[in-house]
Each structure stands twice: as structure tokens, then as C-alpha cells.
Nanobody
Framework: QVQLVESGGGLTQPGGSLRVSCAAS????????MSWVRRAPGKGLEWVSI????????YYADSVKGRFTISRDNAKNTLYLQMNSLKPEDTALYYC???????????WGQGTQVAVSS
């Protein structure tokens, strides 16, 4: 069974930084696009970023462009999201998700909480 396990969330002040990670197992990690999706309190899911299998192509939502960086280490089967210049509106549960060949999310992690508050 595919496993995705996020870690690294926490509480930080506005303007701070956090890096969240997603450890992947039980599938060929370097064959899949991977994505970060978040859910803010009381809101729906919001796509954040996506990365291609090699890590050479990345895309971001306008709300995080220039502040967040998605990356992956295929040798470690791990996906990352470096978040800088955090804002209170970035407060959310952050999920990593695997993108299948039909461009759907077929597996999700349990999420890691990020809170930005002064």
C-alpha cells in the first residue's frame, strides 16, 4: 500500500519560514508527479504546487509564487516544500499527494499543520 507521511509543520510568526517534508514509500517515487495541497480552516482544498518526476519542472499557485519552493530528493523518496515569508493566510493543513497518470490525486498523506500567527 502506498504511503505518504508528512512532517515538519509547526507554528511560526508572520515573515517566518518552515519546511515540510513528505516521505514516500511502497511505490516508484521517481516515476510520479507529486503535489502539495492545503486546506485552511473553514475553507476547501487549495492546490499549492506540483513537481515533475525528475524535479526539473515546478509550478505554483499565484498565492505562494515567489515565497514557496517545491523540491524532491528521489534518492530519499522525499518531497519538500520550503515556505518563506509566511503569512497568516498560509495557515492550513498541508497535504502531499501523488498524481496518477490520469492527472488525479490517487494517494494522500495525513497532513501536517502549519500555523502562522503573531
Amino acid at each position: 500500500q502506498v504511503q505518504l507521511v508528512e512532517s515538519g509543520g509547526g507554528l511560526t510568526q508572520p515573515g517566518g519560514s518552515l519546511r515540510v517534508s513528505c516521505a514516500a514509500s511502497r511505490f516508484t517515487f521517481n516515476s510520479y508527479y507529486m503535489s502539495w495541497v492545503r486546506r485552511a480552516p473553514g475553507k476547501g482544498l487549495e492546490w499549492v504546487s506540483i513537481i515533475n518526476p525528475s524535479g526539473g519542472s515546478t509550478y505554483y499557485a499565484d498565492s505562494v509564487k515567489g515565497r514557496f519552493t517545491i523540491s524532491r530528493d528521489n534518492a530519499k523518496n522525499t518531497l519538500y516544500l520550503q515556505m518563506n515569508s509566511l503569512k497568516p493566510e498560509d495557515t492550513a493543513l498541508y497535504y502531499c499527494a501523488r498524481v496518477n497518470t490520469g492527472w488525479c490525486y490517487d494517494y494522500w498523506g495525513q497532513g501536517t499543520q502549519v500555523a502562522v500567527s503573531s
